[in-house]
């Protein structure tokens, strides 16, 4: 079965410092997506990034980098530069199937000033 | 556009009653889904459709009936609230799959329950 295991329950940095979230996944499927959703304060999700699994090429968005590696079964999340509005849960979450997608716990995410 | 929206926002219910949340999409989504969000816990896929007429269990269905009549709509109903199912719960919808595979899903706001 599908699983997606987040192991850093909380981070706390202070801004312009860089962090990583960690995320593992299980899966037998040779054909599954990765992803990552950020929740602020606020309560919404937020799509972030997907990834096949066809796709191993780390991915940059701004301050926002991703490290695919399936040898490790890792989708790491970087954040460059860390500033107070990236305070949040960020859920990595994986999908074997069309019909199902699997979350991590979240890492919750505080950016201090 | 709305995107996603769910109602209530917020919604107190006692042990034993019955009551629908409501979820709607206006981007035409085939695929829309309930999720329950627990502390720790993270999202858990409680049922599933992937188009009107056609739904599926998830993860953790117990307690929950959904149904799906038109492509918009997709209800979450608690047959006989229990605290256990004290929860916020997510809607989301997405495209089918096409050629490049699966697709992110859209969120909506979130039903915050609370069952005494």
């Known amino acids: 079965a599908q699983k997606v295991t987040q192991a850093q329950t909380e981070i706390s940095v202070v801004e312009k410092e860089d962090v990583t979230l960690d995320c593992v996944y299980e899966?037998?499927?040779?054909?599954?997506?990765l992803f990552w959703y950020k929740q602020p304060p606020s309560g919404e999700l937020v799509f972030l990034i997907r990834r096949n699994s066809f796709d191993e090429q780390n991915e940059i968005s701004g301050r926002y980098s991703w490290n695919f590696q399936k040898s490790t079964s890792s989708f790491n999340f970087t954040i460059t530069a860390s500033q107070v509005v990236d305070s949040a849960v960020y859920f990595c979450?994986?999908?074997?199937?069309?019909?199902?997608?699997?979350f991590g716990a979240g890492t919750r995410l505080t950016v201090k000033p | 556009n709305a995107g996603v929206t769910q109602t209530p926002k917020f919604q107190v219910l006692k042990t034993g009653q019955s009551m629908t949340l409501q979820c709607a999409q206006d981007?035409?989504?085939?695929?829309m889904s309930w999720y329950r969000q627990d502390p720790g816990m993270g999202l858990r896929l409680i049922h599933y459709?992937?188009?009107?007429?056609?739904?599926d269990q998830g993860e953790v269905p117990n307690g929950y009936n959904v149904s799906r009549s038109t492509t918009e709509d997709f209800p979450l109903r608690l047959l006989s609230a229990a605290p256990s199912q004290t929860s916020v719960y997510f809607c989301?919808?997405?495209?089918?799959?096409?050629?490049?595979?699966?697709?992110?899903?859209?969120f909506g706001p979130g039903t915050r329950l609370t069952v005494l």
């Open positions: 979450a994986l999908s074997e199937a069309y019909d199902d997608m699997r």
């Open positions: 899966t037998r499927d040779t054909t599954y997506y």
């Open positions: 989301a919808s997405s495209y089918p799959r096409l050629a490049g595979g699966r697709n992110e899903q859209f």
């Open positions: 459709s992937v188009g009107a007429g056609i739904t």
């Open positions: 981007m035409n989504h085939e695929y």
